[in-house]
C-alpha cells in the first residue's frame, strides 16, 4: 500500500511536455497579463499568458501582488446591474440560454481567471499558494481587506469545489516514504513538534505507530492534512508516554485502541476548506479493517485555550492536578463563544464531528507548550460509532456536549468548588 | 511510461473502504433524498444520504430519472427574489459576509447538491453518467425540456471546473495496456471502427502506430477522448493505406509524419466541455520531443456533413474524383452555419484550433459510412506551429479560413465550373 | 495486486542503457565467438563477445546451432585427466585452493560460458530460447545425441539453479493484466485450446475465475507456468459446464471449491525444471486466505494415455460411460511404468504432489481432443491439506496411490469384470 | 525513474503467503535439520526443513553456527571416491546419464543444500548473511579454517552465479527514495562517512549529486553495492569541496565532469565476487546518454595504503603536498604485490577496471581518516572510453599501468629525489 502510494508523486510529477513554453521576456504587470488572460480569444493563447501571469506572480514583493488582488478585486467583481438584468430575464422565460446568462452574469470574471490559470501544468498547487498570500495581506488589514475579502471568497469557493472529499487520496505515511515526502510532513507538523529523523523514525517506524495523509491528484507531492495514530493497550493519558524513545512497541495485532494523537493541516491557501473529520472518519474505517483487534478510537488532544480563557476569566493558575482536570472540565463543557459553540477550537472540531468528551488528564503534555497552553493538560475524544451521529446531532441542534460520566463528575465538582476559593490559601 | 500509465486504475480503484457503509433498503424516492440531502446537519449525514440517492438512482426508469431531474429543476433553482436582495446589499456593504450572502444567493441549491453527490467514493463518474441520462431525456423534448436544460447547464458548469485541463492525465494507449480498458477503446472508437482485437492490434501494436487518451484522476478507469495516430513517411491520402492489415511498418525514428486519423469522445455525459484542441496539441508536443524526426502534424479526416448539404443544396451526386474534391473543396470553404461558421462540424473544429485546410483527397474512404457521408472524401487539416495562432485568430475575428494554395485552387475551379453543370450530361 | 504485477515487466524492460553496444559487423562463426569469449581476459571484453556471440546465433540456421553446441559439446567438456589429478590434490591437501582448483576442474568451460552469455542484457530469455533448440536438434537424433544431451545437462544444472523457486514471483493473471501478455495466455494454454478473445474474457474476468502464472525477474514478459481456476459451489464434472459462454458466474465469496482445471508450462527451454507443484501450492496457499470460504482445492485433469494405453493392450473402446470411467480407474491405478510409476504423466505429477484420485468423470471433455485421448473421461485430484505429506510419502516410497472410496470401487468394479469380456458382444 | 525503482522493494516484499508455515517448535540441531533436509524425499517436505533450518539456525550462537559449518564442510564434502568412478565412466561412455551421474559425483551435496535453502520465501538475503558468517568465523582462525574455507568456496560459486551481472538492478538512490532505504545507505558508506540526514541529503538532493546502486531482485531492501556521484566543471581535486556545505550546486546540464567520490560495497557475504566495474561502466553509459554535456567520467579515489607502506618500507612521513604527491606516485606506479599487482587495492580495481592513474593531489581528505591512512593525498583515475579496453589489455598481460604525463613526471621527479634523502634535515 506505501508503494502504491508512492507512485502517486510519480506518475503526475513527470507528466507532460508542456504544449506551450512560456514566453520568459513578457514584463507586463500581473494585472495587466490577468486582463489580457480574460481578453484572450482561444484555449491556447489563455493557457500561454496563464503561464506568464504565474511567470511574473512569483516575481512580485507584496506590494505588487497586493497590486493584483486589488486589481482583481475592483475591476473583475460581479457587475451588479448586469445581474439584475440577467436574474428578470431568466424570471421571464426560463430557459437555457437565459438561465446561461445569468449564471455568467452572476459569477464574477476572476473565477472564470482563476479556472483558467488551472489550465497550466502543475499550477492547482500554485492557485493555492496565491490564496495564502491573499490571506495573508487580508490579515495584515488595511481598507482593502473587505474587497479582498471578497476576493478571498472567489478562491475558497473554487478550491472548495476542486479538493471536493471525492478528489482526495488517502495514503499511508510510513517510514518506507520518500524523504522528500518525509521532510514536509517534519516541516508541517503543527501540533507536538518532530525533532529530527530519529522522532520522526519512532513515529512511523515501530510496528505500533501509523500516519495517513490526505492527498489531491494535482499537487501529489504536497500533503493536505494528516494525522498521527499510536496502537495502544488502554487509553493514553500522556503525549510523554506515546513519544518516549524508551518504550517498547507492542505488535499492531495486539493493541485494543487507536490513538489519534495530532492532526496537522499543511496548506494555509485551503483555509476554510475541512478535511479533518473526512480524515478521522476515513481511517478509523480502514484501521477497523485492517486490524480488527481495535475497538476503541480516541484521541489525545490539547486544550490550546484552557490558560488564556482563564487568564481573561481572572481565574488563577490551579495548583494540581485535580484543580487543572477541574478547570479544563468547566472550560471545556461551559465556556462557549458568542455563537454558542465551545470556546476551545479542538473541543469545537471534535465534538462537531459527534466525538464524545471522555476523559482529561493532568500532567499529560509536560512540553513548554503544553504548560503555556493548558497548564500540562490534554483531553480524550471517543470516536464511538454508535453514537457519532446521535452526539452529532444534538450537538448541531441544541449545542448539547457529549461527555463521560467522569467529565461530567468533574465539572460537578468544579461547580461545587468555585476556582477562585481553591487556588486562594 | 504505459507502465506507469496503468498504475493509475489501480491506485485509485482500490482507494478505499467505504467509511459510511449505504443502508440498501432506504425506499425514499430520489428526489425525498435530495431534498433530505441539502437539509442534513452534518458531513457524515450528507454523504450517507448522497450515497443512498445514488443507489436509488441507479433503480430508476426513466420516468424515475425524469421526475428527480424535474425537482431538482424547480425545487432546488435559484431564488430570483433573493439574488435581487443579495445583489443590493452586497452593492451597499462590499465585503466578505454580503459577498459570500450573494454568491449563496446565486448560486442554486442543485449545483451544491451535486457537490455533495461528489463526495462518495467513485461518484464523479456516477455524476457523469447521470448528465449523459439527463441530456437524453432534454433531447426527447417535451413541455420540461427549457428547465431541464438550465439544470443541465449547472451539471456542465461542475463538470467543466471539475475537468479543468490542469487536472487531466494524457496516458499512451498501447498493446501493454490493459484488455479492460483497451476493450472500451474498441467501443468507443466512433470515427473507423474497430473490428475486433486484431484490428486493435494492428492500431496499437507496430511500431509505427500511437494512441493516446485523456483521463482523470477521479474516473482513472474511462478515457474521456482519445487519438489514434499513424506515423508515416509523407502525408496519408487515404485511411484505407493507413488501416491495410498488409502494410509494412516502418521504425518509428524514420517517420516524417505524425497523421491523427481518429479521435474518438467517450463520454457523453461530459458534451460541451471541450478536451480535443488541448489534447491534440499535447500529443503534437509529446511526439516532438520523443521522435525529433517528426516535422509533420496533420490529421486525415472525414467531411461528415458534404453529402447532407449536397442534398440540401439539391446538387446532384458528383461522378468522379475530381468533381467529389471540386464540391468537397466548396463545401468546406463555403458552406457557412447562420452564425458563420463552417457548416461541417470537423472542419469547424480543426480550423477553430488554428490547423490549416490542407489537401482534399477522393476515394479516401472507401466503407459505406465514407460513401454516405463524402462519397468517400477526407481532408488533412495541417497543425504548423508557426501559423496556428495566426490562423486561430484570423479564423475567430473574421471567420477567414486558413487553406493551401492546392484547396484554394480548387475552390477556384468549383466557382468556375458549378456543380449543376458540371453534372449534366 | 495485479497493478503491482504489471509493473514487473515494466521495471525490467527499460531496465538499462547498454553499456557495451554490439559492433553489429563481427562475422566470426558463433564456435569461435565461444572460444574468444572463453579466452576474454576482461569483463567488458567478455560482454561484448558474449553480445556478438548472442547476435550471431540469432542468424544461424538449424545447422548452424548444431555446429556450435557440437563444439561446446567438444571442445569445452570436462578435462578428465584434470578432473583426476585435482580430486587427488584436494583429498591430500584439503583447503580453499585445491577444492577451488578441483570444482574449476570439475566443471566444463561450457557452463562459465552459459554464466557469461548471461551477464548481457536480457540474455536469459535467449539462453532459455537456445536450450529450446539444443533440445530439439537432441529430439531429431543420430549421433551426436549422446554429446549433445550431455550439454542439455550443463544447461539444466545452470538454469535450475536460476530459476530456483526463490527467485519466481507469482502474478494474477486477468482481465486487467496487459494485451501483450494476455496474448501470450492463449498462445501457450496447452489443455483446453483458448479460442481467441471472448474465450479469453470468460476465463478471466467473471468474479468465479482466476489465474496466476510464475516469473521470473530476468525474463518479466514471459510466463513460466499457469494455472486456470475455477470458483464453484461442489466439484465440477465437465470441463464443458466449466468453459461454457451460458452459464452464470457466481459471486467469489459463495464459492466453496477452487478447481484447477488447466495447468500449462510455457517455455521448453526449461523442460525439466518443474514449477507444477509448487504453483498449485502456493495458489492453494494464497486462495485459502483471500476466499476463506473455500474449502476444497481439487483439479478436472485429462487423462492423456488412456486410449493409448487401451490400444496397446488391445482393449476395445469402451461403449458407455460407466465402462469409460472403470477402464479409466483401472489405466490409472493399475497402469505403469517400467520404473512403477504410474503410465499416466498427469497422474505421475498429482499424485507425486500429494494428491488423491478423486473421481472419474464420462462425457467430461467432450472436444474431439478429449474423446481421442480419453473417451471424454476427466479426472478429480484432491489436494487435501492434511493428507499431502503422508500421501506423497506413500507414493513416492511404496508407489501406493491414493484412491477415494468411488474410485476403488470402479477398479474393483473393473476388476471384476474385465473390459474384453464386457465388450464383446 | 526513481519511482519505478522505489516499487521493486514493495513488489517482492510482499510477494507472498507462505505456503508452508514453519513448525517452530523443531528443537533439532541446524547439522541434523540440513542432513534431513537432504534426505527429505519431496519438495514440500523439503521446504518445510529448509525453513526450519533457517528459523533454528537464527537462533545460534557461533559455537552453534561453527557446528553447522564444520558438519556441511565433512559430512557433505564431494565423495573423492564417486567423482573418480563417475569421471571413468563418463569417459568410457559419454551420454546423458554418465555426464549426469559425473555432475552430481562433482558437486558436493552442500551446494545442493544451499539451493533447497534458497526455496523458502526470502532466504536468498539469509544465506548472504550466513556466508558472512562463515567467513567470519574463518577469518577469526583455527584448525579448522581450510575445511571451512572450502565451504565458503561453494557459497561463493552458488552466490556468483546467482548474483550475475544479468540479473541485477541498477536503480537511482535519490531523495525521493524511501527513507528506510536511506538509512541503509547511511550505514553502508564506507569511504567518506555519512553524518547523518542533513549530510545524506546534500548528496542526493542538489540537481548536481546522483548516486546509483545495483539491487538483486530477492533482495530488493538491499543495496549490494552504490556508487556517489558529484556532477562538476573541471576535474574535483579535494573531498572536501565536494562535501562543502557551503558550495553552490550547478544545473546539472552545465556540467562537463561527473566525478565518482565514493564507492561502497554493502554485503560481506558477497566478499569475492565484484560488482563495482559492471556499475561503473553502467552508470558511466547511463549518464552519458541523460547528461549528453558530460564529457569526463573519472573517480575521486582514497590512496587507503599509502601510510602503510611506507611505515613498512621505513619511509619519513613526506613534511609538504609535493613531497606527498610523489610519495603517493611512487607507491602507486612501483609498490607491487609477490604477484605483481598494485599494491594498493583501489588503484588494483580502478587499472584493472581499464582507468588511468590521472591526477595525485594533497590535502585531498583532510579528514583524520585521510591524514591517517595517506597523509590527505587522494587519485583521480580517468575511465576515458577508447582507452579502456587497451588499458586493461595491457594491465593485465604486461602489468602496465596507464598514467597521465603528470604522474608520470612526479614519479620521475620521486626516483630523481629518493623521499629518504628529502626527509632528512
Redesign the interface.
Known sequence: M???A???????????????PVDGDDRRAPSELARALMNA?????Q?DLAARLLARYGEQDDAGKRALFLSLARDM??D?DA??DA??A??RA???DT??A??AA??PPRQDLI?RI???????GRIVDIRADLRRLIAEGGPDA??L??L???FR??LS??F????L??RPIT??????L?EKIIQYEAVHDIG??SD??RR??PPDRRCFAFFH??MPDEPLIFVEIALTRGTPDSVQDILSPDRTPIPAAEADTACFYSISNCQPGLSGI?FG??LI??V???L??ALPGLSTFVTLSPVPGLVRWAEAEGLPAPDRGDAVRRLAARYLMRAKTTSGEPRDPVARFHL???ARLHAIHADADTTSRGRAQSWGAMVNYLYDRPE??GN??RF??TGEIAASASVRSLVADADARPPKAEEVR
Do not use: M
Open positions: 506505501s508503494v502504491l508512492d507512485l502517486l508523486s510519480g506518475l503526475f510529477d513527470r507528466r507532460r511536455v508542456d504544449p506551450l480569444p482561444g484555449e491556447d493563447a493557457r467583481d460581479v451588479r445581474v439584475r436574474v428578470d431568466y424570471a426560463p430557459g437555457r438561465y446561461r445569468f449564471a452572476a459569477e479556472r488551472n489550465r497550466v501544468t502543475d499550477a492547482t473587505p474587497a475579502s471578497a478571498d471568497e472567489d469557493h473554487l469545489s476542486w471536493n472529499r471525492g478528489f487520496v488517502l517510514w518506507e516514504t520518500s524523504a522528500a518525509l529530527g529523523w520522526l523514525r512511523l517506524h491528484p494535482a475541512s473529520n473526512s472518519k476515513q478509523v474505517a480502514d477497523r479493517v462537531g464531528n459527534g457519532i451521529a452529532h446531532r448541531s441542534e
